[in-house]
């Protein structure tokens, strides 16, 4: 997998994504390979590594990230009645790019 999937496929345009929603500084879409039955990603545009490497002056770019996040739990729920909200870090981020997952359902099993 890339360094970087979200930077290096998703927002170069490499890799197709079905837009859930989107702002000019944050995408929200369906999941490549979902894990759940229903799986939305939601990332900043700019490239930053996680939540921890976020600084003071990305407090903008954050709270239009948590708005969109907000947005899309919402639907998520009205369609669902339940969802998770949930971003990885260390070596559970596979991908080294701020990234939400909303998702809803039981998780799929995997097949190898």
Known sequence: MAEDFYCE??????????I??????????HHTRPFWPTHIVVIPKRHISSLLTLTDEDGPLLLELI???????????ARHGACRVLTNLGS???????HWH???????TQVA
């Not at 859930?20 to 879409?29: G, P």
């Not at 909303?102 to 799929?108: A, D, T």
């Open 92 to 98: 559970y981020q596979d991908s080294k790019h701020l």
């Open 9 to 18: 496929e998703v927002l170069s345009g490499k890799t197709k994504v079905s």
């Open 102 to 108: 909303v998702n809803s359902g039981e998780p799929r």
């Open 67 to 77: 708005a969109v996040v907000r947005e899309v739990a919402a639907e998520v729920i």
């Open 20 to 29: 859930v929603r989107e702002t000019d500084n944050v995408l929200a879409y």
